[in-house]
């Protein structure tokens, strides 16, 4: 079959539009390549990670759940050796939570923004976890510290008290800041399976932390050979910690490689958007070698002086406290549920773990912690004390066990489901505490702890992971139009980890008052029960799943 001449240039394009066709090609290969290289969101997953890598990764998980329970072995005891009055108990366990509602966003909104060759979030994970050794070094060792210094011993009481207050509010502050940046690294570098997983290892590590943590401070370390080397148990338990979370801080570290975030602009950024096409010989996003992450095309300050601002121009300054709260009262509804159901689960889990033991003294074994220490109340108390510890040891390992049975119930119940389940089971089960006060039906309750605790460290975050992963898909959709000015995966972590701070100011501020005007420890289960029960209808209605 013979072709006619028209007919064959027919059926081919124009010179010109041969051109635009190369041009629009060219231009998207080139900024395929040049997104990639940003470090901001990619169109593209990470690549699978392995099993051993998240594993890796959530070794800081142990090593801070395992100092955690470190600090609630010993820090009352530190804290009653030195002398510290008891009007100023309420004010340790405030400063930290305070500071850490107002400044966690801060941080998390710093590391979106870091442009640390090493990486968006490990410097901070390196700088927190330097600071709680500091502050674990100086409440265990305070005392002995101010003893060798100080020879007055007026002045000793005084330094020893300022010294072990500052220890324990820097170690909270720093163990609880942690928490983000953490999970923020682990979004940044894993695809969407991955970040369930790697949740779901940071609940199983995080239990087996705990668990070691009480088991280790069970231990009696005072009359051993280290314990008389070194000088006190007090000694010992520090060094132990400090060299479980050096190891996993290392671990964790070194476990997933960073992208650094390349930003090397001045104090204003110009973020400009551009539905047409560039104009021949534009050069998008590249400056002295480095990528300008988010730009679709530059212009000098002088050629922006010249042209009309738009609503396809947006300047975005560095971050100050002021953008930083219209960030996180901006977010979407569904992020402000989350964080609030959140707040109303730490509520309910902190008011029961922080008074569990002096409820196991008081209520269960009926024991009196103002009687005289050599008296038979005395002496019961301490021993139901003790039995709380080892209910806090069941908790942690059912956190542990719980976390690893999540995965195989996931695909059937979803994440609505386990968040419910959480809720529902930890409600119910402090309810039969406080009705039912007896040894071993307590104990074995302690289990449902575990199950919240796995719940409230996994499911929120996956929650997160979630409502990331349908911005990104309606991004693509949109050709990279809705795009969220100001927030971060970090400052979204920071706002769901914030809730933690919050739920301890509620706690330390209302319970004490609670229980005042009550006159029994009981209160404080019943109302954990109480919260915890109404955190279940506010899931069920208020919180959003994606399918």
Known sequence: MTLMKQDFSRGLPSPSELCIAGMDSSRGKEKAVLESLAGGDPQEEPVKKPTVRLIMHSMAMLGREFCYAVEAAFVTPVLLSVGL?????????LISPILGFVLQPVVGSASDHCTSGWGKRRPYILALGIMMLLGMALYLNGDMMVSALIAERGKQRTWAIVITMLGVVLFDFAADFIDGPIKAYLFDVCSHQDKEKGLHYHALLTGLGGALGYLTGAMDWGNSVLGSFLGSEFQVMCIIAALVFLICLTVHLCSIPEAPFRDDSTETKLLLKVDGPSEY???????????KPGYAEK????????????PQTQVQTRMTIKCLLKAVLSMPSHYRCLCISHLIGWTAFLSNMLFFTDFMGQIVYHGNPYAPHNSTAYLTYERG?????????????????????????????????????????FGIGTGFIGLFPKVYSTLALCSLFGVMSSTLYTVPFN????YHREEESQKEQHGGEAEAIGRGKGIDCAALTCMVQLAQIIVGVGLGFLVSAAGSVIVVVICASAVALTGCCFVAFFVRFVK
């Open 385 to 425: 004390v003790e039995i709380g510890c080892w209910g806090m040891c069941i908790n942690a390992i059912s956190s542990s066990l719980y976390s690893y049975l999540q995965k195989a119930l996931l695909p059937y119940v979803g994440l609505k489901g386990l968040y419910f389940i959480g809720y529902l089971l």
């Open 85 to 93: 009055p008891k009007s100023l108990y309420s004010l340790v366990w």
């Open 463 to 466: 929650l997160i992971a979630e």
């Open 281 to 291: 010989g534009s050069i998008e996003s590249v400056s002295n070698g480095y990528l």
């Open 299 to 310: 212009k000098t300050l002088s050629e922006l002086g010249k042209s009309t601002e738009t």
